[in-house]
């Protein structure tokens, strides 16, 4: 069993920066595909970001490449997400979603863990 524990989320002005922790409990985590997805009231949960068990394969979706970043450390069994030049449509609750297998998907029914949320939002 794997639990997920966001942080980092708050409320930050257009072209801020924050950076999203997902701490995770479990030995096998480091062996997990990770996923970052959002959701924006009224709005579908989104694909940001995801990162294969090894570090040197990710994926960031088209509305955030350049501007944000996701990394692991899996001595600390920690994803990070870092976000750039954030933006008023980036405000969402953002979610950590862990898959067995080792690749992340884009798809988030996919996974087979996932985290309670953490709420950023973006001031104009």
């Known amino acids: 069993q794997v639990q997920l524990v966001e942080s980092g989320g708050g409320l930050v002005q257009a072209g801020g920066s924050l950076r999203l922790s997902c701490k995770a409990s479990?030995?096998?985590?480091?062996?997990?595909?990770v996923g970052w997805f959002r959701q924006a009231p009224g709005k579908e949960r989104e694909f940001v970001a995801g990162?294969?068990?090894?570090?040197?394969?990710?994926y960031h979706a088209d509305s955030v490449k350049g501007r944000f970043t996701i990394s692991r450390d899996n001595a600390e069994n920690t994803v990070y997400l870092q976000m750039n030049s954030l933006k008023p449509e980036d405000t969402a609750v953002y979610y950590c979603?862990?898959?067995?297998?080792?690749?992340?998907?884009?798809?988030?029914?996919?996974?087979?863990?996932w985290g309670q949320g953490t709420q950023v939002t973006v001031s104009s």
């Open positions: 479990g030995r096998a985590f480091s062996t997990y595909g």
């Open positions: 979603n862990a898959r067995r297998g080792g690749t992340y998907s884009t798809q988030y029914y996919e996974y087979d863990y």
């Open positions: 990162i294969g068990w090894r570090d040197d394969h990710t």
